[in-house]
């Protein structure tokens, strides 16, 4: 698909939101949403490449997130854990030189989790054509707070 790079941003952000509120319209478990939200991800990073999107922020998981009904949350956690062992493995990330980055407050997540995002940020540093970061544990006031810490120690 040939597009004019003067109208096509460098650089995508996506907060993923809604996945519930489509899966009551589906008549379907809340968390089915997800499910279907974590398919559309995936085709998000093939268009992105089409359109010559170089790098893509995908806002996954907010801080807020972590005070979802414990059934939801437990399903989301282990969805993040099939996603990112199957990212793993994932030819694009290889053929198509894409490094892959965890941004947030990462350490809030279970070890295992953690282990996750370190391999796939390991696995890909040394590629530079494409760029996907996710933000996990991410959020407007913790944000401002880190930076206003981070400020302070080198004022």
Same mark, same amino acid.
């Given at each position: 698909?040939?597009?004019?790079?003067? %109208?096509?941003?460098?650089?995508?952000?996506?907060?993923?939101?809604?996945?519930? #509120?489509?899966?009551?319209?589906?008549?379907?478990?809340?968390?089915?949403?997800?499910?279907?939200?974590?398919?559309?991800?995936?085709?998000?990073?093939?268009?992105?490449?089409?359109?010559?999107?170089?790098?893509?922020?995908?806002?996954?998981?907010?801080?807020?997130?972590?005070?979802?009904?414990?059934?939801?949350?437990?399903?989301?956690?282990?969805?993040?854990?099939?996603?990112?062992?199957?990212?793993?493995?994932?030819? #694009?990330?290889?053929?198509? %030189?894409?490094?892959?980055?965890?941004?947030?407050?990462?350490?809030?997540?279970?070890?295992?989790?953690?282990?996750?995002?370190?391999?796939?940020?390991?696995?890909?540093?040394?590629?530079?054509?494409?760029?996907?970061?996710?933000?996990?544990?991410?959020?407007?006031?913790?944000?401002?707070?880190?930076?206003?810490?981070?400020?302070? #120690?080198?004022?």
């Amino acid at each position: 698909m040939e597009s004019n790079n003067n %109208k096509v941003p460098k650089h995508l952000g996506i907060i993923i939101d809604g996945n519930r #509120r489509f899966s009551k319209i589906l008549m379907m478990k809340p968390w089915m949403g997800h499910e279907l939200g974590a398919r559309k991800v995936e085709k998000l990073l093939d268009w992105c490449k089409e359109l010559d999107i170089k790098e893509l922020t995908v806002y996954a998981f907010s801080i807020e997130n972590f005070d979802r009904p414990k059934e939801e949350f437990d399903f989301l956690m282990n969805l993040f854990r099939k996603e990112f062992t199957d990212l793993l493995t994932d030819k #694009r990330i290889d053929n198509d %030189k894409i490094k892959v980055n965890f941004i947030g407050r990462l350490k809030m997540f279970p070890k295992d989790l953690q282990d996750l995002f370190r391999k796939n940020m390991e696995r890909s540093k040394t590629y530079n054509n494409y760029i996907v970061n996710f933000a996990m544990a991410y959020g407007g006031r913790a944000e401002i707070i880190d930076a206003t810490k981070k400020n302070n #120690r080198t004022n």
